[in-house]
């Protein structure tokens, strides 16, 4: 069993390496004001960043979904790493010898199960590199050669060779300490007849790295006829590697992405290489799997996904391409970028292009791209006879559908009117009409528990029964109302408590938790009590305070507050005027509140024939008030 790591190297560790620098790995980062930097959460679907880190307190939070922590926690969560996976990811970053409590430092029988995963493959990419050179590798050489790419191309993207024989990579990596058990659960060997063997041999190896550039898997393409195996093998499902999760060229491509707001979508390792040799540097593709969900989110992630941002996706001209691109076009309105679509001429794909015309081919490919929607009208249009009436009508049905999808209305009224044109209907009304009538459908829950697509004006019941409830407050973190208006000026004070504290001590901790009318506001308010007030506030105040929360609940609205950015007036740094009027505007209220409070028991106590008991309130209320007038009059010199 792995032993505990030493906590000051855990410590070391965290202060070694920036929040943002690792944060930035998976997603665009761009600022948010106060020092904060922002983008588009990797651990829930939005449109619009809410996920923020604070790279001077180390911490991260979503405001949409409310995950939230620090450096070790974002690993754990993004890439399900355990605790010591993670302080062990950030020390080979680092630099950083981890010492366990068991003694020895950094022992191989000690790390985590996927830090030995992702090892092996890093050994592995290695071997397979340097088997390239070997005789029996050229082979692989002239596959190379042949497709335009030379030593240096082979080099630049680790391209290798996997040896013929049963078990080369299998008796290598156990000389580097790696058991059988982690080889099969690797997936780099399988089991034999008589213990594990390579699983891939005489073959062209391509390895397949994550978006943080750790090799995770491999890619191989068959060399010899007398190989019976598939065209292309990959690396089967294992703990770090999930086709549907992986882009290849990711790592390379990843900063361009993020700079040009464009990704390009090939459909082979070649076809990437080619690209990027041709001054395409922002080409991905798959990894022996269908463009997916899990691809669209790594790209939103990066291209910080809007109208600005594109998406161009390459395919052969052949009917295999037509159809690849149709699947894409289902996957369309997941994104908010602009998606187009690049045919090559010909059928040749971009490596075919690069050899046969030359690098400025395939960036004119990516330059005469167009809308993936009209390609998909048109793919579904030439499929109808325009010639008939019947056909034209089946045509409209097939296509209109796909014009519906459009979210936006000024463009999906542009290309209905252009679905008219392309069918030769006259009446170009009658189209938007057919059009907007299954954008309502689609809108209004059609196509849903077997509901069939409507034929003419379709009439939707409007009654309670058939709206979809509407979500529970406070379902994931504190309760929504808590950025209500009411509650502004106590979420301030809170966020200048944990990041300015010496701006409001030490008046703030003279405050009750009672002059927080949220109740969550006034718990954070005694936790911060309980850490030892503001007033006495070091660098450790922040650990202090979260260390002090109740449960984890109290703790995320701590890591919240301690990371959102105040409402300074032009984004700037926040002073102690600033400071000042939210202290008296959190007084003020409190005074409010309670003047109306008083005000109710002292009538009360008139009605009901208690005029001394009453006139002690009375006396209590214009006190109050007075202090009240004060506060308003002087400000923060009143508290």
Not at 311 to 326: E, H, M, P, S, W
Request: proline share 5%; with cysteine; glycine share 10%.
């Amino acid at each position: 069993m792995a032993g505990r790591i030493n906590d000051d190297d855990v410590r070391a560790v965290r202060d070694a390496v920036s929040i943002d620098t690792v944060v930035s790995e998976y997603l665009q980062l761009r600022p948010a004001g106060g020092g904060n930097l922002k983008g588009l959460c990797p651990f829930h679907d939005e449109k619009s960043p809410s996920f923020h880190v604070s790279p001077g307190k180390g911490l991260f939070h979503c405001f949409g979904c409310q995950e939230g922590g620090d450096t070790l926690a974002f690993l754990m969560k993004v890439d399900h790493l355990s605790f010591s996976e993670a302080v062990e990811r950030l020390a080979a970053q680092a630099g950083v010898t981890l010492r366990y409590e068991e003694g020895g430092y950094g022992r191989a029988s000690q790390q985590g199960e996927r830090t030995r995963l992702i090892e092996a493959h890093k050994v592995a990419a290695r071997y397979y590199a340097e088997q390239l050179g070997s005789p029996e590798a050229e082979i692989a050489r002239r596959f190379l050669r042949e497709r335009g790419f030379d030593q240096a191309a082979a080099e630049h993207f680790g391209v290798g060779y996997s040896p013929a024989g049963w078990d080369h990579l299998t008796r290598f990596l156990r000389g580097h300490g790696f058991s059988d058990k982690e080889l099969v659960l690797s997936g780099l060997s399988q089991d034999g007849r008589r213990g594990p063997i390579d699983r891939f041999r005489g073959r062209l190896m391509w390895p397949i790295r994550d978006i943080t550039g750790e090799v995770v898997g491999f890619g191989a393409r068959r060399l010899r006829e007398d190989d019976n195996g598939p065209k292309y093998l990959n690396t089967p499902e294992t703990p770090v590697y999930r086709k549907s999760q992986v882009l290849y060229g990711i790592d390379l491509a990843k900063r361009d992405i993020a700079k040009e707001g464009r990704a390009v979508v090939v459909e082979g390792y070649t076809d990437v290489m080619a690209c990027h040799l041709a001054g395409v540097t922002t080409a991905i593709a798959t990894s022996g799997t269908a463009f997916g969900e899990g691809h669209i989110k790594i790209l939103r992630r990066l291209l910080m996904d809007n109208s600005r941002t594109e998406v161009v996706f390459t395919f052969d001209g052949d009917a295999a391409g037509q159809k690849a691109a149709l699947r894409a076009f289902e996957d369309d309105q997941k994104f908010a970028a602009r998606t187009s679509i690049a045919v090559s001429p010909g059928g040749m794909d971009p490596c075919e292009l690069r050899v046969t015309k030359g690098d400025a081919a395939v960036r004119e490919l990516v330059d005469s791209r167009s809308r993936l929607f009209e390609f998909a009208l048109r793919s579904v249009v030439d499929e109808h006879d325009l010639d008939s009436a019947e056909g034209r009508s089946a045509a409209l049905e097939a296509a209109a559908p796909i014009v519906s999808r459009i979210k936006d209305g000024s463009l999906q009224h542009e290309y209905a009117v252009r679905l008219a044109g392309l069918l030769g209907i006259l009446d170009t009304q009658f189209v938007v009409r057919r059009v907007g009538q299954l954008a309502r459908w689609k809108r209004d829950g059609g196509g849903r528990d077997g509901a069939r697509r409507p034929r003419q004006s379709p009439t939707h019941p409007a009654s309670p029964a058939n709206r979809a409830a509407p979500p529970t407050p406070g379902s994931y973190g504190p309760a929504l109302h808590l950025r209500s208006p009411a509650h502004l000026v106590e979420r301030e004070l809170l966020k200048l408590a944990l990041q300015y504290p010496h701006l409001v001590a030490p008046a703030f901790d003279a405050y009750g938790a009672d002059e927080f009318t949220a109740a969550p506001y006034a718990v954070v308010r005694t936790v911060i009590e309980r850490a030892g007030g503001t007033h006495g506030a070091d660098g450790a105040y922040l650990t202090r305070v979260q260390e002090a929360a109740p449960d984890d609940a109290v703790r995320k609205l701590i890591t919240e507050l301690a990371v959102e950015s105040p409402r300074h007036p032009g984004g700037g740094e926040p002073d102690e005027a600033y400071a000042g009027e939210q202290l008296v505007a959190v007084r003020l209220a409190a005074v409010r509140a309670r003047v109306a409070e008083l005000e109710g028991s002292a009538r009360r106590l008139d009605a009901q024939g208690q005029p001394e008991r009453a006139a002690a309130v009375w006396q209590e209320l214009w006190v109050l008030e007075q202090y009240a007038t004060s506060l308003r009059a002087r400000g923060a010199a009143a508290l």
